[in-house]
């Protein structure tokens, strides 16, 4: 309503209340502005100008609504144009322009939004374009590099171990796909079957072939499902141990898989609704995790050496090594003791291979009898002083059950051999040297785990207890509320989100977890990465809800190949690292993991993302910027993006 058109209401009631009538067709003009203003002012105006007031007084009170009213809706109209609160001018912006919510068709997705945060100042230089890298750089592993390795020492597989480059050694450039590359299959074929192009490497299908990990047919490469331990298939390997271990009752829900070779293992438990984290060294075995990767199973790039796991304390329900070739008995069982410190009480521990058995096999393993005698006699010792009970040695494979709380174990506290690690640093563990002391279990529990999938949602043991600063059941409570809200919306931002079309995604800033859980189906599986600068160490509860992750600082590479991740979720990503190093560094680092069609959900304050969209304009990304659920006066906002299709020595299509 204009101050104008107030006035006129003022001086149409001022002379009714005199009694002086008005012109017809100003009567009428003032009916028509009236109503559009509202029904509740538009039938006061029709009365009060169908016939002449009977005196003064009343008179008066209508020209006191008239003037409260024009007032009031003048003071929201001048404070809707103020930009009073951040965010809100860019509200008034998205009314006024009406803009289309749709996104551009390269997203392949559409926005149910009020509309586009478009037409914002952003004055300045255009935005960087950033050139392909050398086609040499397809499968560059910034923190785990061929030839910077070899500079480092070799003891205790330091050299295998993450080394980052220097700022000033960093590639600024964007990692291309090789020539041919496809998407890969869908799951569930794409754990049987990855196109040739994507991973060009032979080398295992030669090492490998008498042992049915992987097998080149035409323009694919066939996974029959077989491993060292189980050339038969990991099926059946699985169902030996499930008649040990309570695998298909929910009481098992997250594995360690160390030395995973092409990760078959941990693709197969997943039809029994169990989740490996799988790791393997970038080593002369040429693209282990790739492949595992490319399968559609989760897996990172990664070795047993000097530095701890990067993954907390009491997070995984079995660890499993099938000839995964880790000295377990070295250093009185350092290795051991750092599976302990992972191995949630009451876990199992699962051995395959050398030396289990070595009375029967040392002639077919081409090893003295004495070392390999020697070998399982440490472990028995490494075992015993942990007080992992054994529950069965069938065959090559030998099975641990880890106690379930320190009661149960009294006799080790009498043991001078053992010595305990401080319970506060369990969790502390990145870039931090692992110690040959043993992790003590917690003073108290709250509550048991319940079995997957009601743990999903159920309030973890840490947070129950209070062992989680700054996180109360009630606020854990909030954070599922709000999630369940975010991941609804994301959905009618994608259509796609939950149809397959994704299946390896990444939450970089997870927090509890909250974005993966609302996720969970068996078409897709979430990397949940707690960042190692973040306020409020999350990663347990997050294992405690059933879900795999791994801490990683950002101003890093991660621990993968290039073109291995199919969305990313980066929920105040930016905000976090503000003032920590280059947002151009994480940004080429999202580019490298995502692969080409892939898309990108940012989801942080507006003027956050004004700044990321202009860098990622010269990234051959689409991007489409779109209203926070809650409405265009909510300064978050949402930046969702999709990685061009391009290959190394081509123009973007």
């Known amino acids: 309503m204009s101050p104008s058109f107030c006035f006129m209401i003022f001086r149409s009631s001022e002379s009714h209340s005199f009694r002086a009538p008005l012109p017809p067709l100003s009567q009428k003009l003032i009916e028509k502005e009236s109503c559009r203003s509202g029904p509740a002012l538009c039938d006061w105006l029709r009365m009060a100008t169908k016939t002449n007031a009977d005196g003064r007084t009343r008179g008066s009170v209508q020209i006191f609504i008239v003037a409260g009213l024009c007032c009031f809706f003048y003071i929201l109209g001048a404070w809707q144009r103020s930009g009073f609160g951040k965010g809100d ?42 050139e392909p890298c050398h086609p040499r750089y397809t499968d560059y592993t910034p923190c785990q590099d061929q030839k910077r390795a070899m500079t480092f020492p070799r003891d205790d597989m330091n050299y295998r171990e993450r080394h980052c ?56 490469f066939r996974f029959p499902g077989g491993g060292t331990q189980f050339p038969q298939g990991a099926d059946k390997y699985i169902d030996q141990l499930a008649s040990v271990i309570p695998i298909e009752n929910g009481t098992v829900r997250t594995a360690l898989d160390t030395g995973c070779g092409v990760a078959s293992w941990g693709a197969y438990l997943l039809s029994r609704n169990v989740i490996a984290m799988s790791f393997a060294p970038r080593d002369s075995h040429e693209a282990q995790v790739q492949f595992a990767l490319e399968r559609g199973v989760p897996a990172v790039i990664g070795v047993l050496g000097t530095i701890k796991l990067p993954y907390p304390s009491r997070a995984f329900d079995m660890a499993h090594c099938s000839r995964c070739l880790i000295p377990w008995g070295i250093n009185d069982g350092k290795y051991l003791k750092e599976v302990d410190r992972v191995l949630r009480p009451g876990g199992y521990w699962v051995l395959s291979g050398p030396p289990i058995n070595w009375k029967n096999n040392y002639k077919s393993w081409q090893r003295p009898r004495e070392e390999l005698e ?31 709380n320190s009661d149960s174990c009294s006799s080790r506290q009498d043991d001078s051999q053992a010595t305990f690690c401080s319970f506060n640093d369990a969790d502390d563990v990145w ?25 999903l949602h159920a309030v973890p043991p840490r947070i129950a207890s209070g062992s989680v600063p700054g996180v109360s059941v009630e606020s854990y409570l909030e954070d599922n509320k709000n999630w369940k809200k975010h991941v609804s919306a994301y959905k009618r931002i994608n259509k796609l989100l939950d149809s397959g079309r994704y299946r390896n995604v990444m939450d970089m800033n997870a927090g509890l977890g909250g974005f993966g859980a609302q996720l969970t189906s068996p078409k897709l599986w979430v990397m949940n990465v707690v960042p190692t600068i973040a ?49 151009e560094d994480i940004l080429l680092e999202m580019d490298r993991i995502l692969r080409p069609e892939g898309a990108v959900i940012f989801r942080d304050e507006v003027d956050v993302l004004i700044k990321v969209r202009k860098i990622v304009g010269g990234m051959r990304w689409d991007t489409k910027m779109v209203d926070h659920e809650d409405g265009p006066l909510v300064p978050e906002k949402i930046l969702v993006a999709v990685k061009q299709y391009w290959v190394g020595n081509s123009t973007s299509t």
């Open 89 to 130: 001018s860019i509200a008034v912006e998205i009314t006024r322009t009406k803009a289309d919510c749709s996104v551009i068709p390269n997203l392949s997705f559409e926005s149910h939004h009020a509309g586009e945060v478009g037409k914002i100042d952003e004055s300045g230089s255009e935005a960087k374009v950033f």
């Open 165 to 220: 480059p220097p700022e000033e050694e960093k590639l600024h450039c964007l990692i291309p796909a090789p020539k041919g590359y496809v998407t890969p299959f869908s799951w569930p074929k794409s754990r049987d079957y990855v196109p040739y192009a994507n991973a060009p490497y032979k080398s295992l299908t030669v090492e490998k072939a008498i042992q049915n990990w992987i097998q080149y047919e035409g323009n694919v």
């Open 374 to 404: 020697e070998e399982q006699r440490k472990i028995e010792e490494a075992a015993k002083l942990l007080c992992w009970e054994k529950k069965s040695e069938k065959g090559e494979t030998a099975i641990w059950q880890k106690r379930v």
């Open 431 to 455: 870039y931090k040297k692992m110690e040959g002391c043993i992790t003590p279990y917690p003073d108290e529990v709250a509550g048991e785990l319940k079995p997957f999938p009601e743990r």
């Open 535 to 583: 306020e409020k160490n999350t990663l347990g509860v997050i294992y405690e809800r059933g879900m795999i992750g791994i801490y990683h600082d950002w101003c890093e590479g991660f621990s993968t190949y290039p073109r291995t991740y199919d969305l990313i979720h980066a929920n105040g990503i930016f905000s976090l690292y503000n003032g920590k190093c280059n947002w």
